[in-house]
């Protein structure tokens, strides 16, 4: 096999694996960042957790009636829980995240990135 095609067969064989690492990662985080309360589903976002601390700032603290990500009503008992909750679950999945994603950036090998 001649040497050029060769090596444009290692490289598509590599950004296709590469790609395919990229997207597990994202699902894994993703499945991180899903959060089960009080019967109901919850994406973790920065959106939810401004709009948690916007309802505390406004002194909404108890029995705070959500809409989950199946468009089911929810009732939170105690919204300061919830926060710190969401909160830590972001933060731990976000750093694992970011520790797995530099791994993958640094590999330049197939064989590297299975690795991971």
């Known amino acids: 096999m001649d040497d050029r095609l060769s ?24 499945a991180k960042l899903t959060y089960g309360q009080a019967g109901g589903l919850f994406k973790i976002n920065r959106e939810l957790i401004v709009f948690v601390q916007m309802l505390i700032d406004q002194g909404r603290t108890e029995n705070v009636p959500f809409v989950d990500e199946n468009g089911n009503p929810v009732l939170v008992a105690d919204l300061h829980a919830f926060k710190d909750e969401i909160i830590d679950r972001y933060f731990t999945a976000t750093y694992e995240y970011y520790e797995d994603y530099q791994k993958i950036k640094s590999s330049r090998t197939v064989e590297k990135l299975l690795d991971v």
Do not use: H, M, P, V
């Open 7 to 30: 090596k444009a067969l290692e490289f598509a064989n590599y950004r296709q694996t590469l790609a395919i690492q990229r997207k597990t990662l994202k699902e894994k985080i993703n």
